[in-house]
């Protein structure tokens, strides 16, 4: 089955640039998407088809895909963006959804 | 606006079959530009993906699940529900109903808030 690799922690000072990866064979070729969920909450959408935003989700969300990686860039980083963010492709092959480990983004 | 909500047991016996509903309001299980998928989430852990149905009944599962579980439908309550047999202390999660849309690029667009079952006697 198709593996979504990505960091457990990522760090980030307010205002800065936080960049999580997800790494897959071949991801590039695949679309991409994001949650994001914050403690005791259900997941929320942030990105789909690899670089998509929908209704409601800041512009300082953005992603991309290319390669065997697929990032999601977090700009001007705030403190509520602090959550685990992980990502998600639909494996066609066996039309299975499949997760990344998820990241825990930390503000500093 | 879509809302799922989850409904059943928070407590379910080792070896019994946990069994869990979830209700969709707003939008109908009937539509044929969506799949319907479970999710859970083991204490502290990652997201795991369970299995989907389609309106038509067509499903699909995790392998690592396949035997023990069952999706099914009902139209007429707009409703889908989750069937996981011969449970244990690792099937203890917070489960997710949600909807998925998006063909051969499916993303869940829209959640449930998640119900906690414990496996536990």
């Known amino acids: 089955s198709y593996v979504l690799t990505q960091p457990p922690s990522v760090s980030v000072a307010p205002g800065k640039t936080a960049l999580i990866t997800c790494g897959g064979n071949?991801?590039?070729?695949?679309?991409v998407h994001w949650y994001q969920q914050k403690a005791g909450q259900a997941p929320v959408l942030v990105i789909y088809?690899?670089?998509d935003r929908p209704s409601g989700i800041p512009e300082r969300f953005s992603g991309s895909n290319s390669g065997n990686t697929a990032t999601l860039t977090i700009s001007r980083v705030e403190a509520g963006d602090e959550a685990d963010y992980y990502c998600?492709?639909?494996?066609?092959?066996?039309?299975?959804?499949?997760f990344g480990g998820g990241t825990k983004l930390t503000v500093l | 606006q879509v809302q799922l909500q989850e409904s059943g047991p928070g407590l379910v016996n080792p070896s019994e079959t946990l069994s869990l509903t979830c209700t969709v309001s707003?939008?109908?299980?009937?539509?044929?530009?969506?799949?319907w998928s479970w999710i859970r989430q083991s204490p502290g852990k990652g997201l795991e993906w369970i299995g989907y149905?389609?309106?038509?009944?067509?499903?699909n599962y995790n392998p690592s699940l396949k035997s023990r579980v069952t999706i099914s439908v009902d139209t007429s309550k707009s409703q889908f529900s989750l069937k996981l047999s011969s449970v244990t202390a690792a099937d203890t999660a917070v489960y997710y109903c949600?909807?998925?849309?998006?063909?051969?690029?499916?993303?869940?667009?829209?959640w449930g808030q998640g119900t906690l079952v414990t496996v536990s006697s």
């Open positions: 949600a909807r998925a849309r998006g063909g051969f690029y499916r993303h869940f667009d829209y």
């Open positions: 071949n991801i590039g070729t695949k679309s």
């Open positions: 088809y690899d670089s």
């Open positions: 707003g939008g109908s299980v009937s539509s044929g530009s969506y799949h």
């Open positions: 149905i389609f309106y038509s009944g067509s499903t």
């Open positions: 998600q492709v639909w494996d066609s092959s066996s039309d299975q959804g499949v």
